[in-house]
């Protein structure tokens, strides 16, 4: 069953935004936040491990988002501050590594002035 992300949305340079993911019951993964950007291949955002104790970043976000979950809501979470143009993605949440199944439709997050 795909997962269902939410929050997305056209925002302005420095904003913040806060994406959430319903996954399946039963996942008990690692998980992730990918992002796909016009033209580009999908790349991995942030990953986390099943009880959160480890989380890691692509370079170009560390210290601007932060990857959690909610175990018992069955939820993933990726807070995004400080949006920059380059963040402008369709954003997708994953096991990790992402299994072609769980694929949802993703949430557009757009960056702009």
């Known amino acids: 069953v795909p997962f269902v992300e939410s929050g997305g949305g056209l925002a302005q340079p420095g904003d913040s935004l806060r994406l959430s993911c319903v996954v399946s019951?039963?996942?008990?993964?690692?998980m992730g936040w990918f992002r796909q950007a016009p033209g580009k291949e999908r790349e991995s955002v942030a990953i986390?491990?099943?009880?959160?104790?480890?989380?890691a970043y692509l370079d170009s976000v560390k210290g601007r988002f932060t990857i959690s979950r909610n175990n018992a809501k069955n939820t993933l979470f990726l807070q995004m501050n400080s949006l920059k143009s380059d963040d402008t993605a369709v954003y997708y949440c994953?096991?990790?590594?992402?299994?072609?199944?769980?694929w949802g439709q993703g949430t557009q997050v757009t960056v702009s002035s």
């Open positions: 986390i491990n099943y009880t959160g104790s480890r989380t």
């Open positions: 019951k039963d996942v008990v993964l690692d």
């Open positions: 994953n096991t990790n590594p992402p299994r072609a199944g769980f």
